[in-house]
């Protein structure tokens, strides 16, 4: 193994270990609605509000990257994400406390996740940085499933506030572990240059196009990743389960679908770097969008149809990330990258905020209409919210393809 990969791998388990917090309150979700008497749009809220905060914090210590230490803000976001989160074990007993504490643990990752990008993109060339950052943001899903599965584990059996203390420990030995990762680390410097940091981002009609097709990328993924654990807490119900065995089992569900999106981004992102990013971008966008149109309506049918749909959606969904974040280390000027970074940060993310709530306003919005008789529609209606996000990709990238910057991508691969 060469020293490059074993350190992409280490990087990889740290970002593994900081994700443990990343959604595990998307696995107690019915349970705490329940607790708190929250409707959807305000159970919706709360997972909004950790993007919010990772937008106030993104794109701050983003743009500090090029001018501050990446291993300090990484270090210290980790460290703050996960004593958030340990104060929402600790100290969270209704809504205003939970939008208060799970905003803060947001803040913290957007220390780690931008950053972390900004490292590979430093250490690999253009022709091997499709499959480095693949492989980086596969260790985010599989985080993302493990936080998940681990919450839902934990909570079924000691409950919830003992699974997101465990989840913390887990953030505190990645920061422990990354010491290893920022060994001998110097940070890269790069020639000053003439444009300023508003010129290279929003003057730069490429990179914004590959920003909003990463908006749209998010305001799907988050759409459904948010709602996937009580999507199928709702269909193991409906089937005759009780709430506290449904929720475990749900959990474990919607880790298995987020987690195998690890093997569509590692795959992804190699062959982007063979076929492009924007044509790699666009097929997959218009595949997930197709199931994000469809996967609603299995709240219909027998929860295993849905799990096995879902694992295809899952595939999808967040298959192309790694794309967009390479795409834009090609499309910007080197010392303006965690700028830009910054910037996709402050606009994706913000996407990904606002899509979570408004699927749980479609949710509320829906219940009990059934204009089709016994056939439930407030799901089908749900997810399209999110499908919006993926019919809306494909577009922009068609529009970027126009651009003569494109031809930087991928050796002039489109």
Known sequence: MSPKTRWLLTLCLVQLFIMMVFINYSAVLPVLKEEWGMNNTMAGSILSVYQLGYIASGVILSVLTDRLNTRNIFIASALWSATANLLFALYADDYTSAMILRALTGIGMGGTYMPGIKLVAERFGPGERGRAIGIFVGSLMLGASLSL????????????????????????????????????????LHPKVQKSVAAETLGNKSALLMIMGYASHMWEMYGMRGWIAPFFTASLISHGMARGAASGWAATAAALVIGIGALGTALTGSLSDRLGRTRTISVVMAASACCSFGFGWLINCHPAYAIGFGLVYGFLVSAESPVFSTALTELVTPAYLGAAMGMQSLIGYSFGMVSPTLFGWALDLAHDWRPLGEFSVDWGIAFATAGLGGVA????????????????MAGGKK
């Not at 584990?153 to 030995?173: D, M, Q």
């Not at 990709?393 to 930087?408: A, D, H, I, N, T």
């Open 149 to 188: 599965a681990v919450t839902g584990w934990l909570s079924s059996a000691f409950g919830w506030r003992t699974a997101f203390l465990v989840c913390s420990l887990f953030v505190y030995l990645g920061a422990a572990i990354s010491m290893l990762v920022f060994r001998g680390y110097r940070p890269t």
């Open 393 to 408: 990709g494909p577009v922009f990238m068609y529009l970027l393809r126009r651009q003569p910057e494109s031809e930087k």
